[in-house]
């Protein structure tokens, strides 16, 4: 089970994977280097075609426009030893270059951009609507993150209006994600990720959380 495989690191109550040397345990996200998207770089890019294949090409520009929103990134000058995208991998939205002429990624399971890629008309929605009127917040998540497990019991405690949704589970949410960390300029690469009346928090600090909501403590 993966659940049994994860050892998890919280910092500012955020969840990533953590990246072992031994065999039989996953990676953890913020092991990977961090890379820069740009259409000069050398890197290859992956896409699904609408068949459920995938095609790689070593151009940006040959990845078609409707499929630049969720194109998995290998960045070929780190050694392939550095990569691990055996179990992780980069994942772009190469629609809008950022101010510094780069593109915004995530760094998701190799599972996850497989099957989201092949499934783009199916969003898979597992978006939990919390009563009491419309939400003030969106919890990103995922299934295996004890922070987003606080963040959520935290929520529900305090009758705080929240819809959640698993970035894992719901292409969609992910790629919803991404757009926003792009615009933000911030990185997304761990979870939870909650907006809260527009604003995005990394990571769960509840009174972070109340000064956003107007109730600081």
Known sequence: MRASLLVI?????????????A?????????????????????????ARPDGSFETVEQMDKVPQERRGWVRVVDLRIKPSRRMDHELVYVADLR??????????????????????????????????????????????????????????YLTKHRIPFVEKDIEQDREAAAELLQKARAAGISASGVPVL??????MQGFDPRKLNTLLGDAK
């Open 23 to 47: 065999p039989g345990q996953e990676i953890q996200a913020s092991s990977l280097p961090r890379i820069k998207v740009t259409g000069v770089a050398k890197m290859l890019f992956t896409f």
């Open 96 to 153: 809008e270059k950022r101010k510094d002429s780069t593109y915004p990624y995530v760094v998701l399971p190799r599972t996850t951009f497989e099957s989201a890629a092949v499934n783009r008309a199916h969003s898979g929605a597992t978006s939990r609507p919390a009563a009491g009127g419309s939400a003030a917040v969106v919890l990103y998540s995922t299934s295996w993150c004890p922070a987003c497990r606080t963040a959520r019991d």
């Open 9 to 21: 690191t919280i910092t500012l109550l955020a969840c990533h994977r953590e990246s072992p040397p």
């Open 195 to 200: 907006e809260v009346r527009g604003t995005l």
